[in-house]
């Protein structure tokens, strides 16, 4: 284990083991809250969060605000996974105080998030738990307490979370495949390859390819976890992929490139809400591009904004003036507003700064 990550990832194993066993003693339950607009590494830090929770005996669950994306099918997490019945009729049984099948939650946990107004419907619910553990590594959390762990230089939450479960290890004597089962080893290798773009993105460190290394080691397979997040794609994907890329239109000297895709282009290429999610990585890597920003129009009429740069544009900076946040390189935000309007405002807000 690398040093840096010894002391924050030894004193979240010891927060965790102390409120496993305060849960134990009360027969409560623990929930673990990803963002809203899922992605690979929420999704694989929660799931291993809940799987190191399981493996000491001990209920827990992903409070999950949303309907898991499409390609994340694969991961078999699907044990992991409640939602609000607002959000699914499979999962009626988290109610609103986040009791689930009659336990109430004695902790929560918050993986690569640590707001609650980025937790969607779910956010009410991590709010009313007085016990609160945080993995983030996210720049712009400014807040930190003992049960905080946030260290924005690691790739990933997930990989975060993978050096929790080797002191949950060595604290217990658990063999490590014991405290990650196999699937939450799939979906914390997903959670890193996500964040660090296949292991291509700037943030992909020598720790990080040996903890990719040592996912292999446990049954992750690399090959099957990219080609399911980024290059296995539905006809109606494929095809409304290629219109919004059809449809991108560049500014600011040819360095801003932005496509907006109205909800109406979803229903009518049948395609669901992630079907545009490898567009702006695209744009991004068009000769001379700078920055590159998708707007999608969700079913409740939001909008999600995801942003992509290349060298020297802030797009956790940008994010955070419409309500979100990220990273330097990569971020997303979520606005209320006509499609067209967030994206003049967004046009404006660009040529401001390039």
């Given at each position: 284990?690398?040093?840096?990550?010894?002391?924050?990832?030894?004193?979240?194993?010891?927060?965790i083991?102390?409120?496993?066993?305060?849960?134990?003693?009360?027969?409560?339950?623990?929930?673990?809250?990803?963002?809203?607009?899922?992605?690979?590494?929420?999704?694989?830090?929660?799931?291993?969060?809940?799987?190191?929770?399981?493996?000491?005996?001990?209920?827990?669950?992903?409070?999950?605000?949303?309907?898991?994306?499409?390609?994340?099918?694969?991961?078999?997490?699907?044990?992991?996974?409640?939602?609000?019945?607002?959000?699914?009729?499979?999962?009626?049984?988290?109610?609103?105080?986040?009791?689930?099948?009659?336990?109430?939650?004695?902790?929560?946990?918050?993986?690569?998030?640590?707001?609650?107004?980025?937790?969607?419907?779910?956010?009410?619910?991590?709010?009313?738990?007085?016990?609160?553990?945080?993995?983030?590594?996210?720049?712009?959390v400014?807040?930190?307490?003992?049960?905080?762990?946030?260290?924005?230089?690691?790739?990933?939450?997930?990989?975060?979370v993978?050096?929790?479960?080797?002191?949950?290890?060595?604290?217990?004597?658990?063999?490590l495949?014991?405290?990650?089962?196999p699937?939450?080893?799939?979906?914390?290798?997903?959670?890193?390859?996500?964040?660090?773009?296949?292991f291509?993105?700037?943030?992909?460190?020598?720790?990080?390819?040996?903890?990719?290394?040592?996912?292999?080691?446990?049954?992750?397979?690399?090959?099957?976890?990219?080609?399911?997040?980024?290059?296995?794609?539905?006809?109606?994907?494929?095809r409304?992929?290629?219109?919004?890329?059809?449809?991108?239109?560049?500014?600011?000297?040819?360095?801003?490139?932005?496509?907006?895709?109205?909800?109406?282009?979803?229903?009518?290429?049948?395609?669901?809400?992630?079907?545009?999610?490898?567009?702006?990585?695209?744009?991004?890597d068009?000769?001379?591009?700078?920055?590159?920003?998708?707007?999608?129009?969700?079913?409740?009429?939001?909008?999600?904004?995801?942003?992509?740069s290349?060298?020297?544009?802030?797009?956790?900076?940008?994010?955070?003036?419409?309500?979100?946040?990220?990273?330097?390189?990569?971020?997303?935000?979520?606005?209320?507003?006509?499609?067209?309007?967030?994206a003049?405002?967004?046009?404006?807000?660009?040529?401001?700064?390039?």
């Open positions: 284990m690398r040093e840096r990550y010894k002391e924050g990832s030894l004193r979240t194993a010891k927060n083991l102390s409120v496993i066993e305060k849960a134990k003693d009360n027969d409560e339950l623990i929930l673990v809250f990803p963002h809203r607009s899922v992605d690979g590494d929420c999704v694989g830090s929660s799931s291993g969060i809940v799987s190191i929770v399981r493996s000491l005996g001990v209920d827990a669950y992903v409070a999950i605000p949303e309907e898991l994306p499409e390609n994340m099918g694969f991961l078999g997490i699907d044990e992991y996974l409640i939602q609000p019945d607002s959000v699914s009729e499979k999962a009626t049984e988290l109610n609103s105080k986040g009791t689930v099948n009659g336990k109430k939650p004695g902790a929560v946990i918050a993986t690569d998030i640590s707001e609650s107004s980025r937790m969607g419907i779910c956010g009410a619910i991590f709010e009313s738990v007085d016990t609160k553990i945080i993995i983030d590594h996210h720049a712009s400014t807040t930190r307490s003992d049960n905080m762990w946030i260290d924005p230089d690691s790739s990933s939450a997930s990989e975060m993978f050096y929790v479960a080797e002191q949950v290890s060595l604290l217990t004597g658990k063999d495949k014991d405290v990650l089962a699937n939450a080893v799939k979906a914390v290798l997903a959670g890193i390859v996500t964040d660090t773009g296949r291509t993105f700037t943030n992909t460190h020598p720790e990080t390819l040996e903890t990719a290394g040592a996912l292999m080691d446990l049954g992750g397979n690399i090959s099957e976890v990219c080609y399911n997040l980024f290059d296995r794609k539905s006809k109606p994907k494929f409304l992929s290629a219109k919004a890329r059809s449809e991108v239109k560049f500014y600011c000297d040819d360095k801003f490139a932005l496509t907006v895709v109205p909800y109406e282009q979803f229903k009518e290429f049948g395609a669901g809400p992630d079907g545009v999610d490898d567009v702006v990585s695209a744009m991004r068009i000769d001379g591009v700078e920055l590159a920003i998708v707007l999608r129009e969700l079913e409740n009429g939001d909008v999600r904004g995801n942003i992509r290349q060298e020297y544009f802030d797009c956790c900076k940008f994010a955070e003036g419409f309500g979100g946040g990220g990273h330097v390189r990569a971020a997303g935000f979520n606005a209320k507003g006509d499609i067209n309007e967030i003049n405002e967004v046009i404006k807000r660009v040529q401001d700064i390039l």
